[in-house]
């Protein structure tokens, strides 16, 4: 799941695909490369990123949609939006997937998925206010997956409450979103055992590690080159636990 970002301040590549044609040619490169699915999104979430209103994000996204699934007609395409005007529209410009960070706890974009038949990728995050709780990455206090885990079961209970099918949903378990590095390398560590604590098939989680500070810190490494070859090389090893769907910026044979 190749990653377009269509931002001007994305930590890795804001700026690079921001005009439309640059980003429509960077959607077709990555499918030739071998794709499966292109996120496409228009705000970013990196820590301290300037909020996007939704009409600003749809006149971003509209000519990409329109381009990419003009010159590549049976493209799966991915939609990163955590509003409901956005998420509408792109469904309609004939999108395949919504991904909603912040697991569709708003209830319009629920209703909006359960009245909707394409896929879903909901993503466990801690909000405070309505705003993206970043706490210090740094911060050594000891720390357990309990709660991210217990975060996520959440966002499955809330979209199969709404009677959702679980075949279109994929479950994120948002490394970086709220979370500090020990909590994220617990997060990791538990992955083997992350199917059966949640009573859900590996193959339908998303993980998205690509290029975060939890790879950075944790090899010691910076520089998107280094970062995508340590991404790659944690996507296999997640590969062989049965992980199937991977969020990243570098396609790789390992990340497909």
């Not at 990555?30 to 999104?41: H, K, N």
């Not at 909020?51 to 949609?65: C, G, Q, S």
């Not at 706490?135 to 499955?156: N, R």
């Not at 690509?210 to 996507?235: C, P, Q, Y």
């Amino acid at each position: 799941m190749a990653i377009l970002n269509l931002t001007p301040d994305s930590f890795s590549d804001g700026g690079a695909f921001i005009e439309p044609e640059n980003a429509i040619a960077q959607g077709k490169k990555l499918l030739a490369q071998g794709a499966r699915i292109i996120d496409i999104g228009a705000e970013s979430t990196r820590p301290g990123s300037r909020y996007v209103a939704p009409e600003e994000e749809w006149e971003r996204l509209a000519p990409v949609i329109n381009g990419l699934r003009r010159e590549c007609q049976d493209c799966t395409m991915s939609i990163d939006t955590r509003h409901i005007e956005v998420a509408s529209l792109a469904l309609k410009a004939g999108a395949d997937i919504i991904n909603d960070i912040t697991g569709f706890q708003d209830a319009e974009m629920l209703d909006l998925a359960s009245h909707s038949n394409g896929g879903l990728i909901a993503m466990r995050i801690r909000l405070i206010d309505g705003q993206i709780f970043m706490p210090d990455y740094s911060d050594p206090s000891p720390k357990k997956a309990d709660d991210a885990i217990g975060e996520l079961k959440a966002v499955k209970d809330r979209l199969l409450n709404a009677n959702i099918a679980p075949e279109r949903i994929l479950l994120d378990p948002g490394f970086g979103f709220g979370t500090t590095f020990l909590e994220d390398k617990a997060i990791w560590n538990a992955l083997p055992q992350l199917p059966k604590l949640l009573n859900w098939p590996t193959e339908r989680f998303c993980i998205g590690i690509s290029r975060k500070r939890f790879v950075s810190r944790a090899f010691e490494v910076e520089g998107n080159g280094l970062l995508d070859a340590k991404t790659a090389e944690m996507h296999e090893a997640a590969a062989n636990i049965g992980y199937r769907v991977f969020r990243t910026h570098s396609v790789t044979r390992s990340a497909i």
